[in-house]
């Protein structure tokens, strides 16, 4: 358990609904990061918080996406009008000093 | 922008072998790079932290080295074990607090 909690685990909607995804990080950890990760690849990057403030989002985030941090504290990641491409494990990285910690991941299937 | 791979995508040995894992970056200006285990379904557990000014890190039957200069880092799993089955990933921190990862090693030890 690296601290990091991931809300839901598991989530299956059908195309077209809009889904929310909760994260919360190691209390003292100012970094959060949103990935998603398709099956066999690497983690790709989607959005990047110093504290509250949202300071990179990647091409990947389409306008469907958006994700808060409001008090710096927990994270919300929302999908709108879900996709079937959309399916994949999205994981949340909490980070203090140097060192990442990951959360278990929701795993969203769009059906 | 920073790219990362990894060689072999898929690795299959008996147990009890040595083996080595691969990762190749293509900017030297890194903070760290993180190697990290994934199970099936599952989110990543950190399994080695190499800070740029360090040259290799060593826990239990692991060890990652890291060479900056020629954009390369590899992890060494001596006396392989069939719970060692698992994908590897590397990730590359960057001056701009991104996480960057390859596409990971799928590591299968047969008892």
């Known amino acids: 358990d690296t601290g990091v909690s991931q809300d839901p685990r598991h989530k299956i909607t059908k195309r077209g609904q809009n889904v929310t995804f909760r994260c919360d990080p190691i209390?003292?950890?100012?970094?959060l990061y949103w990935y998603r990760q398709t099956l066999g690849q690497g983690p790709e990057f989607l959005t990047y918080?110093?504290?509250?403030?949202?300071?990179?989002k990647s091409r990947l985030l389409s306008d469907r996406f958006s994700a808060e941090r409001p008090k710096g504290s927990f994270s919300t990641l929302e999908i709108q009008r879900t996709e079937q491409g959309d399916s994949a494990m999205y994981l949340c990285?909490?980070?203090?000093?140097?060192?990442?910690?990951f959360g278990q991941g929701t795993r969203l299937t769009v059906v | 922008k920073q790219e990362v791979t990894q060689i072999p995508a898929a690795l299959s040995v008996p147990e009890g072998e040595n083996l080595v894992l691969n990762c190749s970056f293509t900017?030297?200006?890194?903070?760290?790079l993180q190697w990290f285990r994934q199970d099936p379904g599952k989110g990543l557990t950190s399994l080695l932290l190499?800070?740029?000014?360090?040259r290799e890190q060593t826990s239990g039957r692991l060890n990652a080295s890291l060479d900056k200069s020629s954009g390369r880092s590899t992890l060494y799993i001596a006396a392989s074990q069939p719970g060692d089955s698992a994908t590897y990933l590397c990730?590359?921190?960057?001056?701009?607090?991104?996480?960057?990862f390859g596409g990971g090693t799928r590591l299968m030890v047969k008892p």
């Open positions: 900017d030297s200006a890194i903070y760290n």
């Open positions: 990285v909490t980070g203090w000093g140097t060192e990442a910690f």
């Open positions: 990730a590359i921190t960057n001056a701009g607090n991104m996480l960057t």
């Open positions: 918080f110093q504290n509250e403030a949202q300071l990179e």
């Open positions: 209390s003292e950890h100012n970094r």
């Open positions: 190499i800070q740029s000014s360090q």
